[in-house]
């Protein structure tokens, strides 16, 4: 059946947020419309089960309806099909609107399709229930999923016990159940799945604390002692031997400098800055500075991806750090939504002379590697302080 995804919490509207789980695990996806070459995976995976459809392919194209009855239900069932594969690449069609308002409105087309076969179809067009449980059960959280799914489920039950079908009402009862069942069977083996991956993950960073701990342990106890008895010795000398004083003095600078380049090394790895600490950080390096501002509440940040979160964060602070240091703005103004940052000032603007420094240059190499794009502009065009956009889209 199709791939799990995220787990999303709901969020004002035109905002999508998304909890820390893996690719395969429970709760709603996408929150940015899937890349190109994301996209074929999750084809073949929604679409392998389409071959149970051609059960009632068949059932139309052999049986006795009138030509335009069986024209009317090949279009409904090629339409079911796109619109079903459709929203599993993007299950977001109105974004302002709630993930389940979305569905509930895919649900009713998808269910005019059907109706649309079943001239022609007949009592094969229950066929195609299994797909309508599946947009709810797979890209939803169980909470929302599990309930809708068995309303839509009994309600199709019931159906199928109102029709006159003789011996075959036990073919229309029962594969709605079994459909049912394996489908949820199969969604919390997804969940147990995504819960033993984030296990292994938090097991393996404590296992790799513990080992920079043990590193840090040995750099700074090593460089510590010597520090401490240069210093003692060079207590001792700076009445008798001034020269050698200094010379001690100066090796424990040199000493304390090559420590802290070993300690920043050994845990740079593991510093991880907070997007929503960057925001307040952000807001308070602003205010000392003079410079009035707009800026997200750190809420509004908390759900998105973790990867997200840390890559927003470090162009963050770059980018309110240039404009502190160099744009001599007045204003500046910060937006975040689920796939993009915005930087953007009243200031000077950007040289044409100028190189990027280290921090820029830095900042476009981590955006680079992530897999998105950054971008620098004028903020208003043809002004004495045009000002400066940073954008950061992923």
Request: proline fraction near 6%; aromatic fraction near 6%; charge should be negative.
């Amino acid at each position: 059946m199709p791939r799990g995804a995220q787990d999303v919490p709901e969020e004002p509207a035109g905002r999508i947020a998304v909890q820390p789980v893996g690719p395969f695990g429970a709760g709603e996806w996408p929150e940015v419309p899937l890349k190109a070459d994301e996209r074929a995976p999750v084809l073949i995976t929604a679409g392998v089960w389409l071959v149970f459809l051609v059960v009632p392919l068949v059932a139309m194209v052999t049986g006795d309806a009138p030509l335009g009855t069986k024209v009317l239900g090949c279009a409904g069932l090629a339409a079911f099909v796109a619109v079903y594969m459709g929203h599993f690449i993007w299950p977001w069609p109105w974004r302002t609107l709630p993930h389940w308002v979305n569905t509930a409105a895919v649900t009713a087309v998808l269910l005019l399709c059907v109706l649309a076969t079943i001239p022609a179809g007949g009592l094969n067009s229950f066929n195609f229930l299994p797909f309508t449980l599946a947009i709810w059960i797979f890209p939803h959280r169980l909470r929302v999923g599990l309930p809708v799914s068995v309303a839509l489920s009994v309600a199709w039950v019931v159906v199928a016990l109102s029709v006159d079908a003789g011996g075959s009402r036990f073919w229309l009862v029962v594969p709605t159940v079994m459909a049912l069942v394996i489908m949820l069977a199969l969604r919390l083996a997804m969940e147990r799945e995504e819960s033993s991956r984030v296990l292994g993950e938090e097991l393996a960073l404590s296992r790799q604390r513990e080992r920079v701990g043990r590193d840090v342990h040995d750099v700074l106890g090593h460089s510590l002692t010597v520090i401490t008895l240069k210093t003692e010795l060079a207590r001792r000398l700076v009445d008798a031997d001034p020269e050698q004083a200094k010379a001690e003095l100066d090796e424990v600078l040199e000493l304390s400098r090559q420590s802290l380049a070993e300690v920043r090394t050994t845990v740079g790895g593991l510093h991880v800055p907070d997007l929503g600490a960057q925001l307040a950080s952000a807001r308070t390096a602003l205010q000392a500075a003079g410079i009035a501002f707009d800026l997200p509440e750190a809420s509004s940040v908390a759900g998105f991806r973790p990867e997200r979160r840390e890559l927003f964060a470090w162009c963050l602070r770059e980018a309110i750090t240039n404009v502190i240091r160099h744009s001599g703005a007045a204003h500046c103004t910060v937006t975040i939504t689920a796939d993009r940052l915005t930087v953007a000032d009243d200031g000077t603007g950007l040289s044409e002379s100028a190189s990027p420094g280290n921090g820029l240059s830095g900042m476009r190499h981590r955006v680079t590697t992530a897999g998105g794009t950054l971008s620098l502009g004028r903020t208003v065009q043809d002004q004495i302080r045009p000002g400066t956009t940073l954008e950061v889209q992923w």
